[in-house]
């Protein structure tokens, strides 16, 4: 059980598009979402924390306007890196959890490069 | 605020071989404690837990026990394989907060 799907998990595109990434919790309900983003060799740096139903939370540095979070269903949060550059390159990752006391399960990640 | 520190890498081990990565943390209040492990180009797998001090988590031949004295999660194993290799977080939750905070993470690579 617990299984959190990520979709794509790799992208390439051209500077300038935007790309959505998709988060689903497959077999629960996730009232909390997590959107993570790791250097290579780094650990995870947690970009912001989405509710379903209202405004994600950014962490500082992050821009809001750059990384936009959708979290409209209780099984479904998104991602959407808007005109991306090549700086945007990264592995980005999410995470759901059912609440406060139970862990955060992690989909597989996302490659994304921008050229 | 909330940090973990793990011993740095990489790890490198021959199979068979007895695996410990180290890992302190600094919270308030009583925090959870999670070791989760990540295998090449893929996300993070929760390998094991503790809530409580003194708890001990344990999966897949791997142990951890929270120990409040020592602010320590230290991660063993006693035997570790090829398959073990990845790289390893130990990560705390503190209080009513949901944010996982990570350690840098420690490549572990084991060698036939």
């Known amino acids: 059980g617990a299984v959190v799907s990520q979709h794509p998990s790799r992208v390439i595109c051209k500077s300038g598009t935007s790309v959505k990434i998709e988060c689903r919790s497959l077999d629960f309900q996730a009232t909390t979402m997590f959107w993570y983003r790791q250097f290579p060799k780094k650990s995870l740096m947690l970009m912001a924390t989405s509710n379903e139903g209202s405004k994600a939370t950014y962490e500082q540095g992050v821009e809001k306007d750059k990384f936009l979070i959708n979290h409209a269903s209780l099984t479904l949060s998104t991602l959407t890196v808007t005109s991306a550059h090549p700086e945007d390159s990264s592995f980005y990752i999410c995470s759901a959890t059912e609440g406060i006391n139970q862990p955060q399960h992690f989909g597989d990640g996302t490659r994304l490069s921008i050229l | 605020g909330n940090s973990v520190t793990q011993m740095e890498g990489p790890v490198t081990l021959s199979e068979e071989a007895f695996l410990t990565i180290n890992c302190t943390y600094t919270?308030?209040?009583?925090?959870?404690l999670f070791w989760y492990v990540q295998y090449p180009g893929e996300g993070l797998q929760l390998l094991l837990k503790?809530?409580?001090?003194?708890d001990k988590g344990s999966n897949k031949g791997f142990e951890a026990t929270y120990r409040k004295e020592t602010t320590s999660f230290h991660l063993e194993k006693g035997s570790v394989q090829v398959s073990d290799s990845a790289v390893y977080f130990c990560a705390l939750r503190g209080g009513s907060n949901y944010k996982l905070t990570f350690g840098k993470g420690t490549l572990l690579t084991v060698n036939p």
């Open positions: 919270a308030t209040g009583y925090p959870s």
């Open positions: 503790a809530t409580k001090a003194d």
